[in-house]
């Protein structure tokens, strides 16, 4: 079985400042890690996957995210935060050995302020 | 657009109904999913299924049930809803092959009094 852990359910930034969001999986066959998005009211929106491809992935919105397997970390950054960047992130991670049904954090919550 | 939806957005119940959580994807994806999401505790798996009548627990199966008798559709049942069932419910589709996103529906907010 595979999990993520999100350290920190409530981050700060202030407008312009880099975002981290950090996302640590643990999985024991070769995982695809996802970040999704949601905004108040809705449903989740995906942000950016990683596939085995490139560890250095690349989503929407300006965010992107690094795969490294010594650290087992996908940590999810983006240099400068914009208000409409508030929203609730999750992690996830999926598995051939799960169905690939994905397994999702607890999220974490992202205010920015002005 | 892959497009999942789900027929309610908001629904009361009273304790000890029957409640039908009903969800449609229109992109004849193979798995379908049902996840509830509470404050703290994020999204949990509840049942999924990868093929017409076929299912599978997920992480939290107790008190729920699942029917998937077209490929399109997923519904979610509650056989005696009790107020620990509270919660925004979401359904998702993907073409069950790995690294392949899942697309969601808006959610159903279920509160059950």
């Known amino acids: 079985a595979q999990s993520v852990t999100q350290l920190g359910s409530h981050v700060s930034v202030s407008e312009g400042a880099l975002v981290l969001l950090r996302c640590n999986y643990s999985s024991s066959v070769p995982p695809y890690l996802f970040w999704y998005v949601q905004y108040p009211n809705q449903g989740l929106q995906l942000l950016l996957k990683y596939t085995s491809a490139a560890t250095l992935v690349k989503g929407i919105n300006g965010f992107e995210a690094e795969f490294k397997k010594s650290e087992t970390s996908f940590h999810l950054t983006k240099p400068s935060a914009h208000m409409s960047d508030a929203a609730e992130y999750f992690c996830?991670?999926?598995?051939?050995?799960?169905?690939?049904?994905?397994?999702f954090g607890k999220g974490t919550s992202l205010l920015v302020t002005p | 657009d892959v497009k999942v939806t789900q027929s309610s957005r908001y629904l009361v119940k009273r304790t000890g109904e029957k409640v039908f959580l009903e969800c449609v994807q229109d992109?004849?994806?193979?798995?379908m999913f049902w996840y509830r999401q509470d404050p703290g505790l994020g999204l949990r798996l509840i049942y999924f299924?990868?093929?017409?009548?076929?299912?599978e627990k997920g992480d939290i199966p107790e008190g729920y049930s699942v029917s998937r008798e077209k490929k399109e559709r997923f519904s979610l049942i509650l056989e005696s809803a009790s107020t620990n069932q509270t919660s925004m419910y979401l359904c998702?589709?993907?073409?069950?092959?790995?690294?392949?996103?899942?697309?969601f529906g808006q959610g159903t907010r279920l509160t059950v009094v």
């Open positions: 299924s990868y093929d017409v009548k076929m299912k």
């Open positions: 992109m004849d994806h193979e798995n």
């Open positions: 996830a991670v999926s598995a051939s050995n799960s169905g690939y049904a994905l397994n």
């Open positions: 998702a589709s993907d073409p069950a092959r790995g690294g392949t996103e899942a697309f």
